[in-house]
T-cell receptor, first 116, second 114 residues
């Protein structure tokens, strides 16, 4: 089975531009997490979806960030407008949760974003 | 609320030496515990997990961890490390009582020297 697929792997953009990161979940998984990783702050949970519904978006830094899950297998994270402080590696992870049982998270390889 | 503390940000060790990476957690409910490894320029992958049962958990690549409820710890150990074990290691906790969103520690960088 293919794992979690993220694109692009690397993105370099200029401040003010819109950035869209994409994630394809593992087939059969029903939960989707977006994380951001930086040296300063470590691994931060941005938003979590369960069955396509956003459950917890308290980690989204500000209104410039938005995430969608238009279907059960695909998600996007959009930053508009981007700022240099958004530079980080963004990870998508999927899992299957049922009845409160904690599942293993399967991570993609990440999208490294550099905003100049 | 739950939290994870990884006591060491960096652990240098020589090849073939034993290593222990420390993890302490706090949670108001029963917990599930995980160790993930991140190799350079890759995503995190599961090393091992504790859900219930035996407190000694064995994972991939010769790693094991022991759940200690009284000390709220879940330390990761390997009796003999290899150069290829050089990576970032993350401890994570989720609550079995419904707060199943995992909380990650800050990570420990294991550096294996030849």
């Amino acid at each position: 089975d293919a794992g979690v697929i993220q694109s692009p792997r690397h993105e370099v953009t200029e401040m003010g531009q819109e950035v869209t990161l994409r994630c394809k979940l593992i087939s059969g998984h029903n939960s989707l997490f977006w994380y951001r990783q930086t040296m300063m702050r470590g691994l931060e949970l941005l938003i979590y979806f369960n069955n396509n519904v956003p459950i917890d978006d308290s980690g989204m830094p500000e209104d410039r960030f938005s995430a969608k899950m238009p279907n059960a297998s695909f998600s996007t994270l959009k930053i508009q407008p981007s700022e240099p402080r958004d530079s980080a590696v963004y990870f998508c992870a999927s899992s299957f949760f049922s009845g409160g049982a904690a599942g293993e998270l399967f991570f993609g390889e990440g999208s490294r974003l550099t905003v100049l | 609320a739950q939290s994870v503390t990884q006591l060491d940000s960096q652990v240098p060790v020589f090849e073939e030496a034993p290593v222990e990476l420390r993890c302490n957690y706090s949670s108001s409910v029963s917990v599930y515990l995980f160790w993930y490894v991140q190799y350079p320029n890759q995503g995190l992958q599961l090393l091992l997990k504790y859900l219930s049962g035996s407190t000694l958990v064995k994972g991939i690549n010769g790693f094991e961890a022991e759940f200690n409820k009284s000390q709220t710890s879940f330390h990761l150990r390997k009796p003999s490390v290899h150069i290829s074990d050089t990576a970032e290691y993350f401890c994570a906790v989720s609550g079995s009582g419904g707060s199943y969103i995992p909380t990650f520690g800050r990570g420990t960088s294991l550096i294996v020297h030849p």
